[in-house]
């Protein structure tokens, strides 16, 4: 049973990839866009408005699986930013600061950091293409 479980790993993994990324993404089209949540922030309010450039990049380069170890890092220090910056003066408990989506995202993205994208992935499709011969 756990050597079958073992066996789908690389493809839970790039399940889990692409769901992380797309909650990224939608964190970032939220804030700079209003979708799927009316909550667009103004162009160029800092913070808001760079963390959603980051969310959309980042989140679209992971759910894809391109570059995905240094953007998941990138995405977890932004989530750790978020965490520290907006959730923590309000307590120091996620639970009681509601920054548990911070967090979660911030270590989940750190997973990715050290685990890679898993066998669905673009980065996983670009190492399998055979050198051509030319002449």
Not at 75 to 94: C, E, I
Not at 117 to 125: D, K, Q, T, Y
């Amino acid at each position: 049973m756990m050597q079958n479980l073992d066996r789908q790993m690389p493809v839970v993994l790039s399940v889990f990839r692409v769901v992380m990324g797309l909650s990224l993404l939608l964190h970032g089209t939220s804030k700079l866009f209003g979708w799927p949540m009316a909550s667009v922030v103004p162009l160029g309010s800092w913070p808001h408005w760079y963390a959603g450039i980051i969310e959309v990049v980042a989140g679209g380069l992971i759910a894809i699986g391109l570059f995905t170890r240094p953007t998941a890092f990138i995405a977890s220090g932004t989530m750790a930013v978020a965490y520290f910056w907006v959730h923590f003066p309000s307590g120091f408990w996620p639970i009681v600061n509601k920054g548990e989506p911070a967090v979660l995202l911030c270590f989940a993205f750190l997973l990715l950091v050290f685990s890679g994208p898993g066998a669905i992935a673009v980065e996983a499709r670009i190492r399998r293409k055979p050198a051509r011969v030319t002449g």
